[in-house]
């Protein structure tokens, strides 16, 4: 590829990157009084330097907007997503998807140890874990201590993400009838009432066949 040919793919990019920022900012700047936006700005900055994902913080800034909070709650909240982005991409690698860099913010966010992320990307290391990650945020979130929830979905990592959403609904509905949390997701673990197989690899005889993550 010669020089001008560079030169000038390097100028589209730079091009679009500009567009995508004035879109960024034309959202923000319509919805958060001048000094918000200016701090939050400063937070996505902060972010893009960091290799994080500033969708994430702009759907958390808006959302905030929408709620009428106030200018240092919203920035607060971008700040405590992005540390919480920064931790989830540690714990899970850099190739790291958007989707499941969120799904491990929601599940340190419901109180999961960062560990708890890295033992199931070494449990489940080819394929997605936006699926078994929001799973496991949610058992948290219905009652099952963090520590057993991590341990629960860890060793789930095998099964399809079929198979996941099948074990939280079916957990979600036990407790629905009464049971407690951490007896209803014991019971769908020891005993999965779907006929599914928790221990067969994700692959071709599954269905569905887990994403793979980009490279």
Do not use: C, W
Not at 15 to 37: F, H, I, K, P, W
Not at 76 to 100: C, I
């Amino acid at each position: 590829m010669n020089g001008s040919r560079v030169v000038s793919l390097l100028i589209v990019a730079l091009a679009l990157a500009g567009s995508r920022a004035a879109a960024q900012d034309d959202r923000l700047s319509r919805r958060l009084e001048s000094t918000t936006y200016a701090q939050v700005a400063a937070e996505l900055d902060s972010a893009r330097g960091a290799g994080l994902p500033l969708e994430p913080l702009i759907a958390r800034a808006l959302e905030g907007a929408s709620k009428n909070a106030t200018g240092a709650r919203i920035v607060a909240a971008v700040h405590r997503l992005a540390a919480d982005l920064a931790t989830a991409r540690r714990a899970l690698g850099d190739a790291s998807t958007t989707t499941e860099l969120e799904a491990g913010a929601s599940a340190l966010r419901a109180g999961v140890d960062a560990t708890a992320l890295s033992e199931l990307r070494r449990a489940r290391p080819h394929y997605a874990l936006t699926v078994p990650l929001a799973v496991l945020a949610d058992l948290v979130a219905r009652g099952v201590p963090a520590d057993t929830a991590a341990r629960f979905v860890v060793t789930l990592a095998p099964a399809t993400d079929e198979q996941f959403v099948i074990f939280q609904r079916n957990v979600e509905r036990d407790i629905a009838l009464g049971a407690p949390p951490i007896a209803a997701a014991a019971v769908r673990m020891s005993a999965p009432s779907s006929g599914q197989n928790y221990d067969s690899p994700p692959g071709p005889s599954s269905s569905p066949t887990p994403p793979r993550r980009r490279p």
